[in-house]
């Protein structure tokens, strides 16, 4: 995407009102195209509404490198619903997980499998630090029950980018099953099935394809699709169920979100104009880049060590000055067409920046503007975390625990 193809204000179709920029992990800023897409109505049973599902399934397939042994399953609802559809259809009922957990989604996994009543160990490695291909190695060596792996691939809550090739390796050496949750990645972030068969990726619409919210989708191995029959302890969230309709008849099994299904093909095309995943990692890399330099240079400090730090997401500590408040932060730079996340660390106040969606360079030296402007005006000095406070993976010592459930 050039530079220009992005307006300086986020426009709207239309009518004068300038939305400001979404700088949070989705649902995010969406090109016009995308939003234009919506303006029509579709059958869902008709052939053309048809014509793209089976278009959008071809295009995931095709973006994760698959030669025939994946299928695609799209699936009604937010990130979550697809999450506890894959958890409770790919894991036996009588399997064992192990969830790899250093934030919120971690957590969220784990809670989803109480909920299915599924047995689970966790690793649980807190707020910022990523579980080591070593320790999972060491963890399925001592435990044969465990059947199946769940990986966060960005973790959101800190914006972490885990070690997703050498925990595979690990799980594939023991012969157990990686479940990914690649919300926030997929589309950004490549993986290519063929060098890494993961047996079941999941994200949604709304993050790094950069479509409105609505749905998600599956990418399973068509043999893990095949063994999940039964396993399911929910009709509308049976992905094997779903999967077997769709393959049958073309049509989602119940009402499909239609006008985000359309807008979700019309961001592929802009996914695949731009270059695809490699156009996409670029241009969010950068937004990054100049975010983070930006920032340090106003003396913010970020919650992880370089190593760590994805394109997708940024922590930052809040500054230790007594002017600072995040809701007075906030509520200056939504003034000035920004909006901010909150931060999401049980240890430190911090707050978080997207760099995700229909952004680019120029929308983040705005952003540092604005940002500049607001610590002038509410009178803050110092933008360093308070004394003591280490970005991760230099200062702190390993807190990691494994417990069983
Ligand atoms: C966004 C996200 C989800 C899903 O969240 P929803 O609010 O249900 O869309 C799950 N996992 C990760 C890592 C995410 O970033």
Known sequence: MKDDAIPPANACNGDDRRDPWLLTPGPLSTSMRTKRAMLHDWGSWDSDFKAVTADIRRRLLALIGDAGEYDCVPMQGSGTYCIEAALASFIPRDGKALVLMNGAYGQRAARTLDYLGRDYTVLDKGDYLPPMPEEVDRILSADPSISDVVLIHCETSSGILNPLEGI??????????????????????????????????????????????????????????????????????????????????????????????????????????????????????????????????????????????????????????????????????????????????????????????????????????????????????????????????????????????
């Open 168 to 405: 595979f390796s690990v799980v594939e050496r023991h012969g157990r099953r990686l479940i990914l949750d690649s919300m926030s990645a997929f589309g950004a972030i490549p993986i290519d099935v063929r060098k890494m068969p993961v047996e079941v990726i999941v994200s949604s619409a709304n993050k790094c394809i950069e479509g409105v919210p609505g749905f998600g989708f599956i990418l399973a191995r068509k043999s893990a699709l095949q063994r999940a029959e039964g396993n399911s302890h929910s009709l509308s969230l049976d992905v094997h169920d779903q999967w077997r309709v769709m393959n049958a008849t073309g049509q989602w099994r119940f009402t499909p979100p239609t006008h985000t299904v359309v807008a979700f093909r019309e961001a592929l095309l802009q996914h695949e104009e731009e270059g695809g995943i490699a156009g996409r990692l670029a241009r969010y890399s950068r937004n990054r880049d100049v975010l983070i330099a930006g920032m340090r240079e106003m003396g913010f400090r970020t919650l992880l060590d370089d190593r760590w730090l994805s394109p997708i997401i940024t922590t930052f500590f809040c500054p230790d000055d007594e002017n600072f408040t995040f809701p007075g932060f906030y509520e200056a730079l939504k003034r000035r067409g920004f909006i901010i996340y909150p931060g999401k660390l049980t240890e430190a106040e911090s707050f978080r920046i997207g760099t995700i969606g229909q952004v680019n360079e120029t929308v983040m030296r705005n952003l540092l503007a604005a940002i500049a402007e607001t610590i002038r005006e509410a009178g803050i000095r110092n933008c360093a975390p308070a004394p003591g406070i280490e970005p991760a993976g230099t200062g702190h010592s390993d807190n990691s625990k494994s417990s069983a459930k």
